[in-house]
């Protein structure tokens, strides 16, 4: 590049500001006002997130009540078999829209924490001395912003966190109910109970892996789509002292 070409916007964004406005009373109220808003709408997804897994246990456990009075009533017959596997295909719809959203509210918060890693890289550029003090990440690279993430460890134990968070819980209860549905199905056309048991637990298991390895690939690629203003490379200036309001810069 040419030393006459104009720098990218983004690096023209990411220059630490002169010492005069680091300095400004404003700076850190702004700042501070900022940090309130982004912690509020982290707040609001997880919120969102919860209604929402919330409410789909709702509506599965209304769907199984419905379902245990069709079978007293029908004797398990085949009119049951059939009614079952339109409730199932609800319930199983609704789950991969609710699965889809947590997906969503992971997305958004993952850009709300990597905003508020910006503005505490720029509380460090008006008090570099405070950086001791942080336990969360001041940049708003990968490395910075999964500071505030537990990261999976590998291998199993990694598998193993990765089922207790609300994505893994979902992406289980929809695969349970995928391998229901199909051994549901699978009986209502004639299929002797065995092998619709076996097509059920087949069925789980490629829907388990299918929407786990979607749900991986979702984060590994919003995790690479972050834009970076702040890398870890780059350390936080040392503001020069305030200009006081009499004259020259403090000692």
Same mark, same amino acid.
């Given at each position: ?18 010492? &005069?406005?680091?300095?400004? &009373? ?21 919120? &969102? ?15 199984? =009540? ?11 017959? &085949? ?50 001395? +405070? ?27 990694? %598998? ?20 229901? +549905?199909?051994? =549901? ?12 048991? $076996? ?10 892996? %299918? ?26 200036? %040392?503001?020069? $002292? ?10």
């Amino acid at each position: 590049m040419s030393s006459t070409e104009p720098a990218h916007p983004l690096q023209e964004a990411a220059a630490p500001p002169p010492a &005069e406005a680091r300095w400004d &009373e404003r700076a850190l109220s702004i700042l501070t006002a900022e940090h309130a808003s982004l912690a509020s709408a982290r707040a609001l997804a997880y919120n &969102e997130a919860f209604t929402r897994i919330g409410n789909y246990l709702s509506f599965l456990s209304i769907s199984f =009540v419905v379902l245990a009075l069709i079978a007293q009533a029908t004797s398990f017959d &085949e009119p049951f078999l059939g009614i079952a596997a339109i409730t199932l295909t609800f319930d199983f719809v609704i789950g991969l829209i609710t699965l889809g959203r947590i997906l969503g509210t992971t997305s958004d918060d993952l850009r709300t924490v990597q905003a508020m890693a910006r503005v505490r890289h720029g509380y460090l550029q008006i008090a570099p001395h +405070l950086e001791p003090y942080f336990s969360d990440g001041t940049t708003d690279d990968r490395e910075g912003v999964m500071l505030s993430y537990r990261v999976p460890e590998s291998g199993l134990r990694g %598998v193993l966190y990765a089922l207790t968070t609300s994505t893994g819980m979902t992406v289980i209860i929809v695969a349970l109910l995928g391998g229901v +549905l199909a051994g =549901v199905l699978a009986m209502f056309v004639g299929v002797g109970a065995e092998l619709a048991f $076996g097509l059920g637990t087949a069925s789980t298991v490629v829907i388990f892996a %299918v929407a786990g390895a979607a749900a991986g690939r979702y984060f590994v690629r919003d995790q690479a789509g972050l834009e970076v203003r702040f890398p870890s490379a780059q350390a936080a200036p %040392v503001p020069e $002292g305030p200009p006081e309001r009499g004259g020259g810069p403090r000692p």
